[in-house]
């Protein structure tokens, strides 16, 4: 597909689908297809094979690789056994599917929150709880990250790369000093790096969410209201 974030490998049919596994997973760049998550992320949460249509229903795509999606556990579940009716694909009440389209095109960033776009979207938001806890944390992480390895890089590499003749005379000797001081300590700057991926290494993803009994409910009387057929979810964080 044109704008599709994911582009699946050619592969050898197989007739257990559970053979897909690493390639399912290095197609999907080790993230959820649905809530993005990466492996690395999840912390404690698992990952599993999900079958986008479900296999109770659609016995025939069991093994048939374009059904199948890299999804982390909480949304594999949220989604359940979920699929549309004509009514609701007219209505956009589908899940939306990374390897066929962009999903920026349905959903919008405001800060750490999730907003639908379009109809599909905002049904996403809703059947898969994609502004739980979990998900934001991960976004504010993922913020931060972003920009302070933008400002460290940025910095680093224009006083790596400065002309000499460029600095006032006066300034010269100090600027060699603090040129050397970084290139003599490369073993200290590592270790800071490392420090720092720790502080984002302590997984507030298993952390119990307050807010979520309420959301869950608010999901659910949203669900009822477009009459989609969806279990209860686990609520275990």
């Not at 582009?7 to 809530?35: G, I, Q, T």
């Not at 060699?176 to 800071?192: G, M």
């Amino acid at each position: 597909m044109e704008n599709a974030l994911v582009v699946r490998s050619e592969v050898k049919p197989e007739k257990d689908y559970h053979k897909y596994r690493d390639r399912l997973r290095f197609d999907f760049v080790y993230s959820c297809a649905y809530c993005t998550m990466t492996e690395l992320e999840a912390a404690g949460i698992g990952f599993e094979i999900d079958h986008y249509l479900p296999k109770e229903k659609f016995p025939e795509l069991i093994s048939q690789y374009h059904n199948l999606m890299w999804s982390c556990r909480r949304c594999n579940r949220s989604k359940s056994d979920y699929s549309p009716d004509a009514e609701d694909d007219r209505n956009g009440y589908v899940v939306l599917r990374i390897d066929e389209c962009d999903p920026r095109d349905h959903l919008e960033s405001d800060h750490l929150f999730l907003k639908g776009r379009t109809t599909k979207g905002q049904f996403n938001i809703e059947l898969l709880d994609l502004n739980r806890k979990q998900l934001r944390q991960i976004r504010e992480c993922r913020e931060r990250l972003f920009k302070a390895a933008e400002y460290i890089a940025f910095g680093v590499q224009q006083l790596m790369s400065m002309n000499l003749d460029r600095i006032p005379p006066r300034n010269r000797v100090p600027f060699q000093k603090i040129r050397r001081y970084i290139l003599d300590r490369k073993e200290e700057v590592s270790e800071s790096i490392e420090s720092l991926l720790r502080e984002f290494a302590h997984s507030e993803l298993l952390d119990i969410d307050p807010e979520q009994e309420e959301r869950r409910k608010k999901a659910k009387r949203y669900l009822r209201e477009i009459r989609a057929i969806v279990p209860e979810r686990d609520v275990t964080p």
